[in-house]
């Protein structure tokens, strides 16, 4: 038993070795985007930025192992995102029930919940904004679980084709399907692509690259609108997502790894810190950013200070600091257990049981 005890500690001490830092970066940068798209900000930058949710999967395409794995592993390793999805939609479901202007609300709490129980997310008017940002908690364990099983049916490449299919059909008529399933379909190619990357190409990345990169990202968000995964819209032209999405992960890795190859400097170490504390406490920052504005709203109301929809479209670059600050400094301040136990409940319990196995 202690051999055993010995054997994870080890593990735990080589994964923390062996951690790309890049993909932390990308990770951390990718969050700080979101944040910035659910600031109000105007239509053109958040068609823009929809493109970025991409990095998710392939990152854990990236990170998938090379000899593969069983769906009961990923079942056991990934179930506690479905755990963090309920838990942390249950706590904003209260706050939007109990603490959410009437102004915002739009259908009665019913709807609201039944919608959140399904993972319907897409229908934006009719769950809880506070709520929104968790479809891609549920969605990932779907994706990677479907990745897996099809990979090893060597089903993936039919997968990946009915995935493409959506993203084209989407662009006629709108599909939406209960838990995500739809949108793992269309990510499969990301997550192949995240995996392929690791083995085919040399990752670091150059500057024309990265040029090249963002010019095709935002042209493609120009030309064909946003790729906006939870609500199944892939923009006028579904392939054309595709490719954008694709540009914007080459764009993103690259700032990625320039930030860790600046690291050693002391400005750079700074913005790598911060950075990496968006990365390690991601689902943390992903269930409360918005709630934690609707706080920081409830509060100027009660000053006097009156903000509507309106006000923070019009003020998006004041929303986004507004936003992003209170959440860094929560992250910042309040300690890991905290922090887990109000966004991973499973792992709070496995980081409390370790705590009472060592005493």
Known sequence: MKSERASKVLERKVNVINRIEWLDYSRGLAIILVVLAHSQCPTAVFEFLTYIIAIFPFISGYLYPKDGVSAKKVIKK???????????????????????????????????????IFVRTDLLDAVPINMIPLWYL???????????????????????????FLRVYSS??????????????????????????????????????????LGIWLSIAWINGGSNWNTGDYGKFGILSLVGEFAAIIFIVWVAQVVEKNNPKTLWSQIASAVSRFSEDSIFVLGYHITVGGIIIGILNMI???????????????????????????????????KLALSQPYQFYQLVGSKRRQN
């Open 78 to 116: 990934k179930s506690s995102l479905i755990l963090s999805y309920y838990f942390l939609g249950f706590i904003n479901y209260l706050f939007w029930v109990f603490a959410a202007q009437e102004s915002f609300k739009n259908v009665d709490m019913g709807e609201y919940l039944k919608n959140f």
């Open 138 to 164: 549920f969605f990932l364990f779907v994706a990677e679980l479907l990745y897996t099983v099809l990979r090893n049916k060597r089903l993936l490449a039919v997968g990946i084709a009915f995935g493409i």
């Open 172 to 213: 006629i008529h709108h599909v939406a399907m209960p838990f995500k399933i739809d949108v793992a379909f269309t990510s499969l190619i990301t997550l192949e692509f995240g995996r392929l990357f690791k083995e085919k190409v040399d990752s670091k990345l150059r500057l024309w690259q990265a040029i090249t990169a």
């Open 304 to 338: 006097g200070m009156v903000v509507t929809e309106e006000t923070l479209r019009a003020y998006w670059y004041i929303t986004f600091p507004s936003m992003l600050v209170p959440v860094y400094l929560l992250i910042l301040l309040l300690p890991k257990p905290l």
